[in-house]
């Protein structure tokens, strides 16, 4: 005979928890699969009503951001230049410019930290590479701060610059490319192929000899720094951006193109990409990858950062506001909670990586729910309404548009080629894929 | 007979005895070191009811290898959870027993002054009987089988904590009340009155008058749906969500009148038992028709019920006989028992034991052995004054509840509750602030009332026909040819050409098929467009001529 003792189920003083009795038995949880459903859907709704993506901005520039540098090992600083030659220092946190460096004449072209992070090297159109201390707190506007450790007159024009991970070593590119070591002054090697003039590149994180550039005769060229000779070159039917390495995978990088599309590279098979990445309406400028390895962002010229995860084609998310013009810079803080995006009406923005993620720190409890929401989101996710709740992202008119034209343009193309299939000789007009057509040639 | 014996759920075992009625029993057991140990050796029994359908998947028939390492992480995880599930039983509280009889003896002599002898005060508390004059009465108790409202023909109705016998309300409503029913919460039920439905609050204020439901035989509450569901004397159906205050469906059954309408608890299906001795189902989102029917018996329907987990049905028919169904095959009734006299009502309680009702008598029947659907044995045997009303179990409890003419009595009837609640899901003990958070998340995760089926995991499963659909409107193209495998042998110009026209056609119609299923999308397309530019409507449509209907 049931007889409980209510002892053992009320809580005896009312600072404590209420006392929790489960029994897993299927048969006293009903409709379990509908009710997981509705909280699947509640959760996805929950989901979008949080997306509040954007969360402040830097402004301290007086001109457009052409390039932003993450240090290596703070994640609340970040180093930003501009088109009128300055370079600014930011605290994140306090979200203020903590000094700012009339570095160049004309636009800085590139930034990188150096391996420990105390330094930075910046070059800029004035065929300089200057080298500056990062460390804001031992600045005491002095003038001697306001100066750079160390200048390196090139011979060449610069474009861009990127640190090696871990040796004294950084390479610059514009007519050729060089390798440096940090106290030198003259280039270690120079590398060149034929007379392309680079306007990106960029070391391997974890294969870390290996470099890849981006020329301006539509080509992306691999070298290595051990070598005498560029490694390999593809050619692609439009120009190549920008271009950032997978972090977590050595072989893999990413492709801004000026297409409109990103491409994922497999560096052991050039002649084809992995993948394409759609959606873009514009030019695609800048790409960053997170430190997972798992997504990248991307800014463009049509005004807004898409982040994509690397194995789809469509992208996960779209950040835009009124007044962010075209996209210049982008990176993906190393904590992978925050994207900062520089754009040509100059100031740099901040936002979530993931737009409904909590910030701060969470409740253990708070944490198990969110879990628990995300497992039911991804259980549910091919149902029709919670699809349609989750895919939904309202877009500016003009890529709202942009996106229907290019849709029919394509199915135009698509159109016309079957017609011209039909009317030839068979097999003169063959099949030939989105992604072999990207690729003009690859050379060794 | 001197002494029963009825098993406590608490410390103290009775081990030779449980061993001999209840195997199960010992997992209970958790002060018992002994069987401490046991327990954490599962058999695949314990693992079993833990487990939601079928986890294997022929592997065989996935050809790559990542789905198929996709599905074995994912039958693990399930494993994993229901065998962890099945461990988690050495943490519940309470154990469950039946009454033990002395050798020579048999339960169904014992009667309640018995039990209640042999039991601790606060279970024998648990036995009682209100006199009432306005019977015959009806009774409904809340699903965390605290709370009760009874209803008397005559207009009675009074809504109490029947443990503690604290009474929220007490009143007349001057008119033939017909059903009562709580609705989500102890703070609300709705009474079918001789013409229309009310609600009133714990207090006995009507807060509520549903005058679409009129001349209500039956009521029922889907809690999960917030449904209100009414069945009446013109043989309506109507489906009320009292959450909005809005109509779901109405529309008219297959029969004259509803006189016994019951819900299905584990799938919200409403079942309605007819005078042709025919069951019938129905949903509101299915378009007035029937989910299922069934011929039960061959004469009028006295009585039907469902069990907890909705697996089993029970009919009783004016021949006499009570069937028991299977609700997942209907062709034939599992069991069927032939009884003295007519049925007039049946319950089933959370752990299956089934009440019958015939006249003034109350018969209880045990389902002895658990695996066996059929081998129910008389229990127990109850005598009211006067004939009984309605029936039911409380849940989490050993009690049942009679509503009768000469008033209420509530009797023990030791095993048949469920012994461990799910404080998430329902708790007896709960706060008035519990209660609040409990309404919010009842709300958040209300079940919208087109997903009643007669499947609950439908909707975890693949549309297949849907799927097929899709596929189908796929166009073909971008499919390359395949070019004939060509013999080495010299063959002779004719026979090259005629080689190279078959090519050539095989191509051009597969060229063409896509061009035409491309066009035909393009209409489709256009369809749809011109469609919706004909539905948008316009200001002045209202100053057009209405189309009689």
């Known amino acids: 005979m049931l007889s409980r003792n209510p002892d053992d189920y009320i809580r005896d003083t009312k600072t404590e928890y209420h006392k929790l009795q489960r029994n897993y038995n299927p048969s006293i949880h009903p409709f379990e699969e509908q009710r997981e459903y509705v909280r699947a859907l509640n959760a996805t709704k929950m989901e979008r009503i949080f997306a509040k993506p954007f969360l402040s901005d830097l402004s301290g520039h007086n001109d457009g951001i052409s390039c932003i540098a993450k240090h290596p090992s703070q994640l609340s600083t970040l180093v930003s230049g501009s088109y009128d030659g300055e370079i600014c220092i930011w605290n994140l946190p306090t979200k203020t ?6 570095a160049h004449d004309g636009h800085v072209r590139g930034i990188t930290f150096s391996t420990d992070g105390n330094r930075f090297m910046s070059v800029g159109d004035d065929k300089v590479v200057k080298t500056w201390i990062s460390n804001s707190q031992e600045m005491d506007d002095d003038e001697d701060d306001m100066a750079p450790i160390n200048t390196i007159l090139s011979k060449t024009v610069l474009t861009s ?4 991970r871990r040796d004294p070593l950084f390479a610059t590119c514009g007519e050729v490319c060089q390798l440096w070591e940090e106290t030198r002054n003259e280039p270690l090697k120079t590398l060149q192929w034929g007379a392309d003039t680079l306007h ?13 550039a981006c020329t301006s005769s539509r080509s992306i060229i691999l070298y290595d720094r051990r070598e005498g000779k560029p490694l390999r070159k593809i050619t692609m039917t439009m120009r190549p ?5 997978n972090p977590m995978e050595a072989f893999s990088f990413t492709v801004a193109n000026e297409d409109y599309n990103l491409y994922t590279f497999d ?7 992995k993948r394409i990445h759609e959606n873009h309406v514009a030019a695609v400028t800048c790409v960053d990858y997170a430190p997972t390895g798992k997504e990248f962002v991307s800014g463009s010229y049509d005004k ?7 194995e789809k084609t469509n992208s996960r998310e779209i950040y835009h506001t009124k007044r962010q013009q075209h996209i210049t810079a982008i990176a993906w803080s190393l904590d992978n909670k925050y994207i900062f995006s520089g754009s040509d009406e100059m100031n740099i923005r901040i936002w979530k990586a993931y737009a409904s993620e909590k910030l701060g720190p969470l409740k253990p409890r708070e944490k198990d729910a969110m879990r628990y929401n995300q497992a039911l989101k991804q259980k549910f996710s091919t149902h029709p309404q919670i699809k349609r709740i989750a895919k939904h992202r309202q877009v500016p008119k003009y890529v709202y548009r942009q996106q229907d034209l290019l849709k029919q343009a394509k199915e135009k193309e698509k159109r016309k080629e079957t017609n011209r299939r039909l009317n030839s000789k068979p097999g003169s007009v063959p099949y030939v894929s989105q992604k072999e057509r990207v690729i003009v040639r690859e050379d060794e | 007979m001197d002494e029963i014996k009825v098993e406590k759920s608490e410390k103290k075992p009775f081990e030779h005895k449980f061993k001999k009625f209840n195997k199960s029993f010992q997992k209970h057991k958790r002060f018992n070191n002994k069987y401490r140990l046991q327990a954490k050796e ?5 693992i079993k009811k833990y487990q939601r359908g079928d986890v294997s998947v022929h592997r065989g028939k996935i050809r790559t290898s990542f789905f198929k390492h996709k599905f074995l992480r994912q039958e693990q995880k399930f494993n994993f959870a229901s065998k962890h599930s099945a461990r988690a039983e050495i943490l519940l509280n309470e154990g469950e027993g039946f009454i033990i009889p002395d050798e020579g003896e048999e339960t169904i002599e014992y009667t309640q002054d018995d039990i209640k002898k042999n039991v601790d005060i606060t279970s024998a508390s648990k036995s009682f009987n209100l006199n009432l004059d306005f019977g015959p009465y009806n009774l409904n108790y809340t699903r965390n089988g605290r709370h009760l409202v009874i209803g008397g023909k005559k207009g009675h109705i009074a809504a109490f904590d029947w443990i503690s016998k604290k009474l929220y309300c007490e009143f007349n409503v001057m008119e033939e009340v017909v059903d009562v029913k709580w609705l989500h919460l102890e703070t609300m039920f709705a009474v079918a009155q001789k013409k229309w439905v009310h609600f009133y609050d714990n207090k006995g204020t009507e807060i509520h008058c549903v005058k679409k439901m009129n001349d209500v035989n039956q009521l029922e509450f889907l809690p999960y749906h917030f449904l209100l569901v009414s069945g009446d004397d013109k043989g309506w159906l109507k489906w009320l969500d009292v959450s909005i205050g809005e109509m779901v469906a109405e529309f008219p059954s297959l029969d004259d009148k509803i006189t016994i309408m019951r819900q299905n608890p584990s799938n919200a299906v409403t079942c309605i038992a007819s005078a042709k001795g025919v069951v019938s189902m129905w949903a509101p989102a299915n378009h007035r028709q029937t989910l299922a029917r069934i011929l039960c ?3 009028p329907l006295t009585a039907l019920a469902f069990n907890v987990d909705g697996t089993k049905m029970v009919t009783a028919g004016m021949d006499k006989k009570v069937k028991l169904w299977d609700t997942r095959m209907f062709q034939n009734p599992v069991a069927q028992y032939h009884l003295n006299s007519t049925v007039h009502n049946i319950t089933i309680s959370q752990k299956n034991v089934m009440a019958v009702a015939m006249g003034e008598v109350c018969e209880i029947f045990r389902n002895i052995n658990v695996d066996e659907v059929d081998s129910y044995t008389k229990y127990l045997r109850h005598i009211e004054l006067s004939p009984i009303k309605s029936l039911q179990f409380v849940p989490y409890e050993d009690v049942m509840g009679i509503g009768s003419k000469n008033g209420f009595s509530s009797i023990l009837v030791p095993g048949s509750g469920e012994a461990n609640f799910d404080t998430l899901e329902q708790n007896p003990f709960r706060t008035k602030l519990q209660r609040r958070e409990h309404e919010v998340k009842l709300l958040l995760e209300k079940i919208p009332a087109e997903l009643i089926t007669l499947d609950t995991s439908q909707i975890v499963n693949v549309d297949v026909d849907r799927m097929e659909e899709r596929f189908e409107a796929k166009p073909e193209v971008h499919i390359p040819i395949t070019k004939l495998n060509e013999r080495k042998k010299a063959r002779s110009g004719v026979e090259k050409s005629k080689i190279k026209q078959k090519q050539h056609a095989e191509e051009k119609q597969h060229l063409l098929k896509a061009a035409k299923q491309e066009e035909l999308r393009e209409k489709k397309k256009h369809k749809k467009s011109q469609k919706s530019d004909k539905e948008e409507s316009n200001v002045l449509d209202r100053f057009k001529k209405k189309s009689k209907k």
Do not use: G, M
């Open chain 2, 42 to 46: 599962l058999d695949d029994k314990q």
């Open chain 1, 267 to 273: 560096s052991r098979n050039l002649n084809l990409p």
């Open chain 1, 161 to 164: 610059i990127t640190h090696h």
């Open chain 1, 241 to 245: 951006n920008f271009l950032s390495w």
């Open chain 1, 200 to 212: 990106h590149i960029q070391f391997n994180l974890v294969e870390n000899n290996l470099l890849a």
């Open chain 1, 304 to 310: 807004t950062i898409r982040i994509y995860e690397v």
């Open chain 1, 97 to 102: 410019c903590t000094r700012k460096l009339i």
């Open chain 2, 297 to 299: 018996h061959p004469a």
